[in-house]
């Protein structure tokens, strides 16, 4: 009787956790609301970005994995110019000195980033995102849930790349079929 009812439960806790993995989790409100705290942009709101797809790049700018990584998100951005699709750049520091803002101003200038960039120096947009790595890329649907990580450096034409750009157009469609 035990062990049947022990059965149970652990296949109920199973099935549990599946469907929760399958659920997409909501993106959290990003931390940073100061003018001062946003590059190339006024400070956004998750809830002003309903209706868009958004590509979230998190960086700093002492990061070769990063920094290798723009010249395909540049080209990203030119392909879905007239599309509804947002990048953002998440700057999150990780030596003393990439924490001044003029600085990272230089360096987006430098690398042709004309995207918004929000100042993540405490790391608390980091967090919330329960990120853990240098580039990582979050492509957040429409609705504003979180449907798709990417981890590391990513370059035009190769395999993940061609993913994350497979991803966008299918919740770009996913989004239009959605519209009333």
Not at 3 to 27: E, F, S, Y
Not at 70 to 86: K, S, V
Not at 155 to 166: C, M, N, T
Request: proline share 5%; aromatic share 12%.
């Amino acid at each position: 009787m035990h062990k049947r009812l022990l059965a149970t439960i652990t296949v109920l806790l199973l099935l549990t956790t599946a469907a929760t993995a399958a659920t997409p989790k909501r993106a959290p409100a990003f931390t940073q609301t100061a003018a001062a705290a946003w590059i190339n942009s006024e400070p956004l709101s998750m809830r002003a970005l309903r209706g868009k797809v958004v590509l979230i790049d998190f960086w700093t700018f002492a990061c070769w994995n990063c920094y290798r990584s723009f010249p395909w998100l540049n080209t990203l951005e030119a392909e879905f110019a007239d599309a509804p699709l947002q990048v953002i750049g998440i700057h999150s520091p990780e030596f003393d000195y990439e924490r001044e803002r003029d600085e990272v101003v230089k360096q987006a200038a430098k690398f042709g980033l004309k995207h918004p960039i929000m100042l993540d120096n405490d790391f608390r947009f980091w967090r919330a995102m329960d990120n853990q790595y240098w580039p990582a890329f979050y492509l957040i649907d429409a609705k504003g849930r979180v449907r798709h990580t990417y981890i590391g450096e990513t370059h035009a034409g190769d395999k993940q790349a061609k993913r994350i750009e497979r991803d966008i157009r299918a919740l770009l469609a996913e989004a239009d079929n959605e519209q009333p």
